[in-house]
């Protein structure tokens, strides 16, 4: 059995150019329509309550054909988990919170 893994990060160290072009790139993948196909081709899911939203809405176009339906049922579960569960995750370094909003790409151009 295989499995794949996605990781992205930085290591200590990195120039503040290289840093600053990682967040760009991050804030592309996760544009809503290009982190839904990131999400249905990977298994991985959206990482913004809009493409989440956008992905409920959406998901029955996908069933009639784009996907399988075993990632479609995978998509329907996490999407209900996600409605009756409370996730928790951690704040990784301090400016997270600023990436989530925006606010870091502002900031660092500025």
Known sequence: MSSSCFDMYLSNGTSSKKEY???????????????????????????????IGMLRQKLPEYKSGEINENMAKVLECSLEMMESHEFYTYKPFEASDDLRYGDYQQDKAG
């Open 21 to 51: 072009a990682s967040v760009i790139f991050l804030m592309w993948l996760a544009e809503p329509e290009r982190n839904i196909d990131f999400a249905l081709r990977t298994g991985y899911l959206p990482v913004t309550n809009k493409a």
